[in-house]
């Protein structure tokens, strides 16, 4: 079992940055890709961005491409979602998650933390 935590969510501005932390326990990370969804209100959840075990491999949705940026530090069991120049649009319930083979469906994913709040105001 693999155990995931998220933090570092708030209530920014647009234009500001945040960055959101998954520290994960139970087992160690170094096997699983890893990835970032958010759930927007009143929608579905939905695929941010996703890194390989290695970190060498990297996708992100079209709508956050060149302002997020993920990345992970397996030695620290915890992956990271840098948020810059956030927008309104970007207000959801951030999520972590942790595959053994990876995907952009949340159906592909065994292990889910409880999710971080995010909203960006106007």
């Known amino acids: 079992q693999v155990q995931l935590v998220e933090s570092g969510g708030g209530l920014v501005q647009a234009g500001d940055s945040l960055r959101l932390s998954c520290a994960a326990s139970?087992?160690?990370?170094?096997?699983?890709?890893m990835a970032w969804f958010r759930q927007p209100p009143g929608k579905g959840r939905e695929f941010v961005a996703a890194?390989?075990?290695?970190?060498?491999?990297?996708d992100y949705a079209d709508s956050v491409r060149g302002r997020f940026i993920i990345s992970r530090i397996n030695a620290k069991n915890t992956v990271y979602l840098q948020m810059n120049n956030l927008k309104p649009e970007d207000t959801a319930v951030y999520f972590c998650a942790a595959s053994l083979k990876g995907g952009f469906g949340p159906h592909q994913y065994a292990y889910w933390g409880q999710g971080t709040q995010v909203t960006v105001s106007s």
């Open positions: 890194i390989s075990w290695s970190g060498s491999g990297l």
């Open positions: 139970g087992r160690t990370l170094s096997n699983y890709y």
